[in-house]
């Protein structure tokens, strides 16, 4: 009998262990040759339910036992977990199958990489600053406010006293909406803090100062016991990093305008004099006019990233995120200047009039003048491998590539005809980039003014219809500049967002306008210095404000779960029904310009690199149009992210040489200045009058 109890007390031990085991089988799938578009589906059995599992996948939450919108090829992890703590982790991978597929996922660890250098925290890395984003407190509601929705709330009576202890779930208060009664319940564990008084109106929508001022639909706050991180689906703390790559880029356009005297304020009216044409010599050197190498600059710079990408900062950073974008437009505008500068002081021009000119150039004979030549050379090779980078992908493929999608959401008859749209914007493109600089001259010279008017003009009738929010918006983006909720990551998660977005944006530092700008007509550099700083105002302080204050004054910065090109079209159709096919059509212009642009940055980096025959850019342009083509015909995901970083990577080696070259752009401008107040400098006559000769 004994033996038999111990050989069943031993069979049901291992039974036991066993049950205990957790047994994960795995469904993996890539339903089309799409990117991005793999699943991952987990049976898991064993152990004691329910489970958690534990994604690497920051957008899948704790409680889905399936992830998707996967990259094909890379792998993913993920840790599942029994209600007993009994844990076992498994790795899966979607496999690759179509061309674009196998791309992506061969690009994504790279972006990855590449993302850790750019976007490395130094500050958190030293613990002086901790990227974890804690919120104090939880806000409460009101119970079915929609931003979109014509409703009036108010507050009917509180059933909890302001000071007590709530628990989730617990009703605190009866809210009416639009006459119909609705019990507000407790949204966290804490002390209950109340807005309002019985009888107060929580949200009005007809009140303008509610649609404009961010979190009106609150009406109470829950506090914590203790700070709680934030977190992502997956259980990861959110955090809100201070990317090296911002604060590289405003640091240095700090560093300028003081060491230069705030030249991006005192510069702003002679800048203004040289646009308009008031000191063109036709007799200089050069190819271009001072207006027509703006307006090729500025086209390279306006585009996508100021319809869409601040509508994604004020989604991210709220109201407040304009100010800081402002403030560090103004600041690359001394970047620009010395940048520019420099392009046009050590440009090359051949025996035929052609310039080449760029931080290639200032990179390496600017250092060699100061015995670092082999630091210049390296720099300068550098810069010109990073650059034609970015004309092929952030400056060509990725143009191509979202201006179609746009195109196609707005007008259906393109959809599915990318490869055929690539090929009549290849034409287009290469119609024009075909003549050189000149001919880029003349059409960004035409484009840009029209479609910056338009516009503007838009942002302006939407604003205008919405005046009377002028003061609930001005105090929704100082509020939020200087006072933002913890959800908004704090004054330096706003600061960061709105410092990320302007310098993505205009490019201040990139080095990218210089070679542009070397391409114009002067017998001074520093006057296309003072050209040059005109794009980040009209850039980021121009186009980018306007279209963040279009999203304010329409009240659409609170709407949750629409972002990018999208947002910013729903507000303008709010005001103007038609605008959003406008503004798909002016995106496309935006493009354009700024594919023929980087098509000629690109290429004086390629003849820098490989020579400069006219047949080195012939082979060049063949190259950039066969990728517009391709840019716009797939969806290369990583690649075209990757191709996009580029261009941010490019101020590394130029800033560098900035830094060794800024006393001699000191010095220069204060001879360009002296010469200036001594009217030594050609201007074109007055009427009735000779012109003064240059000397």
């Known amino acids: 009998m004994r033996k038999y109890l111990l050989s069943m007390f031993f069979l049901f031990s291992i039974f036991g262990l066993s049950a205990q085991e957790l047994d994960v089988k795995a469904k993996v799938g890539n339903p089309s040759k799409v990117i991005n578009n793999g699943f991952i589906e987990l049976d898991v059995t064993g152990g004691t339910p329910p489970y958690q599992y534990k994604w690497s996948n920051q957008a899948t939450s704790l409680e889905s036992n399936r992830t998707e ?155 914590y016991d203790e700070p709680i991180a934030l977190l992502h689906p997956n259980g990861d ?33 002679h800048s203004l004099e040289l646009a308009k044409g008031k000191y063109d010599d036709p007799n200089a050197p050069g190819q271009v006019t001072h207006f027509q190498a703006l307006a090729t600059a ?104 979202q201006s179609f999608s746009i195109l196609a959401g707005e007008f259906p008859m393109l959809a599915g005809n990318g490869f055929w749209f690539g090929i009549v914007v290849a034409v287009l493109v290469g119609i024009v980039i075909i003549g050189g600089i000149s001919s880029i001259a003349k059409v960004t010279g035409k484009i840009v003014p029209i479609m910056a008017a338009v516009y503007v003009l838009g942002a302006l009738i939407v604003i205008g219809v919405n005046i009377e929010n002028i003061g609930p918006a001005f105090s929704a983006i100082w509020d939020g500049a200087f006072s933002p909720s913890a959800l908004k990551g704090g004054v330096i998660g706003v600061l960061i967002v709105g410092f990320q977005r302007a310098a993505f944006s205009n490019e201040a530092g990139v080095g990218s306008a210089a070679i542009a700008h070397s391409a114009a ?25 306007l279209t963040a204050l279009v999203l304010i004054f329409t009240g659409m910065h609170e709407v949750e779960g629409v972002g990018g090109v999208e947002l910013t079209s729903t507000a303008f159709g709010s005001v ?77 080696p130029n800033i560098i040489g900035l830094y060794f070259m800024i ?16 009217g030594e400098l050609f201007h074109k006559p007055e009427k009735g009058k000779k012109a003064e000769a240059a000397s």
């Open 298 to 401: 500025v086209s390279g710079t306006v585009g996508l990233g100021n319809i869409a990408g601040v509508a994604v900062a004020i989604s991210l950073g709220g109201a407040g995120a304009t100010m800081w974008m402002i403030l560090a437009g103004l600041l690359g505008m001394s970047s620009k200047f010395v940048e520019c500068t420099l392009g046009v002081k050590y440009r090359f021009i051949n025996s035929e009039g052609r310039v080449f000119g760029g931080p290639m150039n200032y990179l390496r004979y600017g250092l060699e003048k100061r015995n670092k030549r082999g630091l210049g050379k390296f720099l300068a090779a550098f810069f010109a491998i990073l650059a034609i980078g970015a004309s092929f992908g952030g400056g060509n493929m990725f143009q191509a590539n």
């Open 576 to 652: 103007i029904s038609w605008f959003p096919y406008v503004l798909a059509t002016a995106v496309f212009l935006f493009a354009f310009s700024t594919m023929i642009s980087w098509s000629y940055y690109g290429m004086r980096a390629w003849t820098y690199l490989f020579g400069k025959s006219k047949k080195n850019e012939i082979i060049y342009k063949c190259l950039f149009l066969v990728f517009v083509v391709v840019g716009a015909s797939v969806s290369l995901g990583a690649v075209l992210d990757f191709s996009d970083m580029m261009i941010l990577a490019m101020s590394f």
């Open 237 to 269: 703390p959110q955090q809100k990093n201070i990317p090296f790559i911002v604060v590289w880029l405003v640091l240095g356009a700090l560093f300028f305008t003081i060491r230069l005297g705030f030249i991006n304020i005192r510069g702003f009216k």
């Open 69 to 223: 919108g996967l990259t094909e090829g890379i792998p993913y992890s993920v840790v599942v977990t029994d209600s007993e703590g009994n844990s076992v982790e498994k790795e899966f991978q979607v496999d690759a199958e179509a061309i674009t597929e196998h791309f992506n996922g061969t690009f994504a660890p790279i972006v990855e990489s590449m993302g850790n250098v750019l976007f490395w925290d130094p500050f958190s890395a030293i613990g002086i600053y901790d990227p974890v984003v804690y919120a104090d407190l939880k806000r409460v509601e009101a119970p079915e406010w929609d931003p979109q929705e014509t409703s009036k709330f108010i507050l009917k009576d509180w059933k909890v006293a302001e000071g007590d202890h709530v628990n989730t779930g617990d009703p605190i208060a009866t809210v009416s909406k639009n006459g119909q009664d609705i019990t507000a319940y407790a949204n966290a564990d804490g002390n209950l803090k109340h807005f309002l008084d019985e009888g107060e109106v929580i949200y009005n929508s007809e009140n303008k100062q509610h649609v404009i001022e961010q979190g009106a639909q609150y009406f109470a706050s829950i506090t």
């Open 521 to 545: 007509k002067t017998n001074h550099p520093p006057s296309e210095g003072f050209v040059a700083l005109l794009e980040p105002f009209i850039d980021t302080v121009v186009v980018c404000t």
């Open 663 to 678: 006393g001699e752009v000191s010095d220069d401008l204060k001879e360009y200045t002296h010469r200036l107040k001594a």
